[in-house]
């Protein structure tokens, strides 16, 4: 399974789906990380968090636990 911490500085990847539970499931599908959608990683912070990304045509940052529960292809 690879997921979106693995995804390095330039590439995108496309959301298959989202792990976790409850609130942190809903807090990440509430900024616009859906199933389906396109993530370009923009940049990651010099010590590795957060991870700066686009989505949906605006800047996001998130940290690396809650970009380990988004799986990509």
């Known amino acids: ?37 396109e993530v370009y990683v923009r940049k990651v912070a010099p010590l590795g968090d957060p991870v700066e990304l686009t989505v949906r045509g605006y800047e996001l940052s998130l940290r690396k636990a809650d970009a380990e529960m988004v799986e990509i292809e």
């Open 1 to 37: 399974m690879r997921t979106l911490k693995d995804v390095r500085v330039g590439e995108t990847a496309t959301v298959v789906k989202l792990h976790g539970e409850g609130a942190i499931k809903r807090r990440i599908m509430d900024m616009g990380i859906t199933k389906g959608v």
